[in-house]
C-alpha cells in the first residue's frame, strides 16, 4: 500500500520568506498527487494536483509543487509567504487511475512570523 | 453551488449515546467519503460511496459504526454506541468521476465524547 510522509509537522517562518513543504511518497507508479490546506476549523481545500505531463504544477494562491519521481517526493513552494497563508497542509496520493482511495500525510503545520 | 455541507457542527454527548452526523454533497457528484481526523492517527478514509453504493468499508472502525447513503443528496454516518475514543473531527466529501480523484471537502463535525 502506498504511503505519504511528511517530515516536518511544525515549520515557522517570517512573512515574506520563501517557503518549501516536503512531501515523499511510496509507490511503484506515477501515482496522482495533491496538496490540501486546512485553515483553522475548516475543511481541506485543494491547492493544486499533479497526474501526468509538466512536472512543475502551478495552483492557487500562488503555491507550486514539483514532482520529483527520482527522489519519489512533491514538494510544496511559495516565493513569499503571507500571514494568511498559516494554516495545516497536507499531501496526499491515490494510487492511480481507478482509485479513489486519498491517502494522506500526517500534514505540515505552518506558522507565520509577522 | 454551497460546497458539502455538514450538519451538525459540533457534537458533545455522553458515552454510550448515539450519534448520527450528515452530509449533503455536491450536487452532481457520484462520490461521497467519510474521513475521521484525530491528533494521533491523522485523516483516515472510513468509507465510500458511489452512486450510493458503499464501494470500500474497510476503514470503518468497529461494528458501532455504520454509514448509510439513501439517496444522491445525502448521507449519514453513524456511531452507536459512542465511546469517548469516538472523539475527533468527521468529514465527508464528494468528487465527481470527471474531476480525476479531486475531493471537496465540508467543513467538518466536531464530535466529543463525554
Known amino acids: 500500500a502506498q504511503s505519504v510522509t511528511q517530515p516536518d509537522i511544525h515549520i515557522t517562518v517570517s512573512e515574506g520568506a520563501s517557503l518549501e513543504l516536503r512531501c515523499n511518497y511510496s509507490?511503484?507508479?506515477?501515482?496522482?498527487l495533491f496538496w490540501y490546506v486546512q485553515s483553522p476549523g475548516q475543511g481541506l481545500q485543494l491547492l493544486l494536483k499533479?497526474?501526468?505531463?509538466?512536472?512543475l504544477v502551478q495552483g492557487i494562491k500562488g503555491f507550486e509543487a514539483e514532482f520529483k519521481r527520482s527522489q519519489s517526493s512533491f514538494n510544496l513552494r511559495k516565493p513569499s509567504v503571507h500571514w494568511s497563508d498559516a494554516a495545516e497542509y497536507f499531501c496526499a496520493v491515490v494510487e492511480g487511475a481507478g482509485s479513489y482511495q486519498l491517502t494522506f500525510g500526517k500534514g505540515t503545520k505552518l506558522s507565520v512570523i509577522p | 453551488d454551497a460546497g458539502v455541507i455538514q450538519s451538525p457542527r459540533h457534537e458533545v454527548t455522553e458515552m454510550g449515546q448515539e450519534v448520527t452526523l450528515r452530509c449533503k454533497p455536491i450536487?452532481?457528484?457520484?462520490?461521497l467519503f467519510w474521513y475521521r481526523q484525530t491528533m494521533m492517527r491523522g485523516l483516515e478514509l472510513l468509507i465510500y460511496f458511489n452512486n450510493n453504493v458503499p464501494i470500500d468499508d474497510s476503514g470503518m472502525p468497529e461494528d458501532r459504526f455504520s454509514a448509510k447513503m439513501p439517496n444522491a443528496s445525502f448521507s449519514t454516518l453513524k456511531i452507536q454506541p459512542s465511546e469517548p475514543r469516538d472523539s475527533a473531527v468527521y468529514f465527508c466529501a464528494s468528487s465527481l468521476l470527471a474531476l480525476y480523484n479531486e475531493q471537496f471537502f465540508g467543513p467538518g463535525t466536531r464530535l466529543t465524547v463525554l
Open positions: 509507490y511503484g507508479a506515477t501515482p496522482y
Open positions: 450536487s452532481g457528484h457520484d462520490y
Open positions: 499533479y497526474f501526468s505531463g509538466d512536472t
